[in-house]
């Protein structure tokens, strides 16, 4: 079946230091993939996506690349901000499949100033 | 644009009871999702309403129902509350297409069963 892993949590960083966050997928067809990110009390919102192989998805500064051959789709960013403090949460999905996602468990991230 | 809205946000039943969640889309948006969301399992997906047509399940019991009105607004019924059900229930909508088929979240019902 189709399934999703991450890195374990919880991360802590100082600021402007390097972030990697790894998600690797199991999937049955050719998936598009995201990254969602859920802030303290709020529901999950869309950070980015990539629909086909070798895409990479990019905003405010996290990016991640769709890699076929390894089935991975690590979140990066250069240099994390305490507003960046939050949970992190990989997910793949099929077009035309019903919207259901499927959703890894994710990583919780801490800035620290 | 509005986004999306959950009522109640929070939530306390006692065992054997049943509760009622309920979800208003993004204006425009056909398609709702509902998800269970718990510090063990995680999101699970429980079921996907379009255009008032159950389109998805998810593999959970049938104490786990949902409908959807014709003006997208999506309800999700629990009977039989367990204590196992306490989670946060969140509820995604999108425009339901191929062509777009981005999910926006609203923040949740927290339900607690005692």
């Known amino acids: 079946g189709d399934s999703v892993t991450q890195m374990e949590g919880p991360v802590t960083l100082s600021e402007e230091a390097f972030l990697t966050i790894n998600c690797t997928y199991t999937a049955t067809g050719y998936p598009s993939l995201f990254w969602y990110v859920q802030y303290p009390g709020e529901g999950l919102q869309l950070l980015l996506k990539?629909?086909?192989?070798?895409d990479k998805g990019s905003n405010k500064g996290f990016e991640a690349t769709y890699r076929k051959e390894t089935t991975s789709f690590h979140l990066e960013k250069g240099s994390v901000q305490v507003s960046d403090s939050a949970v992190y949460f990989c997910?793949?999905?099929?077009?035309?499949?019903?919207?259901?996602?499927?959703f890894g468990t994710g990583t919780s991230l801490t800035v620290i100033p | 644009k509005a986004g999306v809205t959950q009522t109640p946000r929070y939530l306390i039943k006692t065992r054997g009871q049943q509760v009622t969640l309920s979800c208003s889309p993004i204006s425009g948006h056909r398609s709702v999702s509902w998800y269970q969301q718990t510090p063990g399992q995680g999101l699970q997906f429980l079921f996907e309403y379009f255009s008032e047509t159950q389109r998805n399940k998810g593999n959970f019991p049938g104490r786990f129902s949902g409908r959807q009105f014709s003006n997208s607004r999506s309800e999700m019924n629990v009977s039989t509350l367990e204590l196992g059900d306490s989670a946060l229930y969140l509820c995604?909508?999108?425009?339901?297409?191929?062509?777009?088929?981005?999910?926006?979240f609203g923040p949740g019902t927290r339900l607690t069963v005692t």
């Open positions: 995604a909508s999108s425009k339901g297409t191929e062509i777009s088929y981005e999910q926006y």
């Open positions: 997910a793949l999905s099929y077009l035309g499949t019903g919207n259901q996602f499927y």
């Open positions: 990539a629909t086909k192989a070798d």
